[in-house]
């Protein structure tokens, strides 16, 4: 393994580092190539970029691997839950006995919404996008609880255990109200002595006669659709988190950009995608043969919603434990669902088609999360909420990493300018 790799410029040579992390993976160092060179790298999307060092999530994407903290994803899947999960991915270890307690009871002291904060929902009209609710009253937490969002690292760092408890807690919590507001419901408060995902679904789904309580099949999918969703490395909304966090900005501020990041169709609006396309699909009486012919035309409008994946070019290991998981819930629960033989059907029809061959794409873990969803009774415009409070455990650890790097940097990349060269100002009347 060379430790010096070097770039040739006309004729000179200039030495850059090679970086190597715990799993082999590695970089050649170019923070200094701007000032030794004059030159920067162009790489759009960031693609061939790290952005960091982090500790949190290694994925493997030629080879579908996913680990927390070196944990497989499969073992969480089939050992852990979301809780657990959450615990080990921000903290770095798995709780023993009394910390997961603990962390538990810290979960269930937070989960309840004041009445100042759910009076901010009668501002926003009842058709209102779920994850516009969510960004702007999760960036209402750091009104709320100015002394956790100081906006200075030490200081927000001493609360961290806190405000971390309050934003998994909560963000769940403003996800059951989001529903209820929709549909015209009174917010049901959470009970102290619920798990986590059975209090969820009480708070959705109880009403003031009829106490909704979870059988175990439907608490235990819904665990895992959101454990599944705990962290996924450098993705678009996590490195929104970790770019946002890098001004300094609190917690809860960084976690609304990467809930406003999530919601685009192209990340965790995609699950929503998926459900419309297979209902349009059975609506139509079609086999999915015209989207598969339009989203072969290649533009971004027409993909085939939940399969492809910028990092998985083999297949997304989420998508085989929740594509089994699905089969799985609807026999349990004796759901019959039409879009899951659709579901399938696309799939296999993807899977023989040169187009998505040859460009590997593979059904990536919306492709199955809607259909569990959907058995939970969890309506498909909540879908990116549901996304959004599982994915919120990585976030707060990818937040964590940046407030904790004494080393760190802003984020600040910057661009190769394409626009006009200078020129002068022109007064309104000799304007054409
Ligand atoms: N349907 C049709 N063509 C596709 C698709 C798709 N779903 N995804 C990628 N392509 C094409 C793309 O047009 C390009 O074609 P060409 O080489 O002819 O220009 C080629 O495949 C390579 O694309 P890429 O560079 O690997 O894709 P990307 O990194 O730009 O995009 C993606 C990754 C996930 C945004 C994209 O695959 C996509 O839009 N998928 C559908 C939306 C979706 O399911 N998103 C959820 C991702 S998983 C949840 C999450 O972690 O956010």
Known sequence: ???????????????????????????????????DTGFI???????????????????DGENGILRHRGIPIEQLAN??????TAYLVIYGELPNREKRKEFGMK?????????????????FPTSAPPMAMLSSIVAALAAHYPQLATNNFERDLVNFDL?????????????????????????????????????????????PYTEYIAEPEVARALNLVLLLHTDHEQNCSTSTVRTVGSSAANLFTS??????????????????????????????GDDGTRFIAAAKMGTKANRLMGFGHAVYKNFDPRAKIIGKACEDVLKKLGINDPLLDIARNLEQ??????????????????????????????????????????????????????????????YRPRQIYMGPVKRDYVPMDQRA
């Open 349 to 410: 029809a993807a899977l023989k088609d040169d187009y998505f061959l040859s460009r590997k794409l593979y059904p990536n873990v919306d492709f199955y999360s809607g259909i569990i969803m959907r058995a939970l009774g969890i309506p498909t415009s909540l879908f990116t909420v549901m996304f959004a409070i599982g994915r919120t455990p990585g976030w707060i650890a990818n937040w964590r990493e940046v407030a904790s790097n004494p080393k760190g940097r802003i």
């Open 163 to 207: 405000a971390a408890a309050i934003a998994i807690s909560k963000i769940r919590t403003f996800g059951a109200m989001i529903y209820r507001y929709q549909k015209g419901l009174p917010y049901v408060f959470p009970k102290q002595e619920l798990p986590f995902c059975d209090n969820f679904l009480h708070m959705m789904f109880s009403d």
């Open 79 to 84: 050992f852990s839950d979301f809780v657990e």
């Open 107 to 123: 979960l269930r002291q937070n989960a309840a919404i004041e009445t100042q904060m759910q009076r901010i929902f009668e501002g």
């Open 41 to 59: 790298c162009y790489d759009q999307g960031y693609g061939n970029t790290g952005s960091c060092e982090s500790a949190v999530t290694f994925l």
């Open 1 to 35: 393994m060379p430790q010096i790799a070097s770039l040739k410029i006309d004729e000179k040579e200039y030495p850059l580092a090679v970086m190597v992390g715990t799993e082999g993976e590695r970089a050649i160092d170019t923070r200094k190539l701007r000032a």
């Open 255 to 284: 976690l609304s950009a990467g809930i406003c990041a999530l919601s685009g169709p192209l990340h965790g609006g995609a699950n929503v995608g998926v459900v419309q396309m297979l209902q349009a699909i059975y609506d139509e």
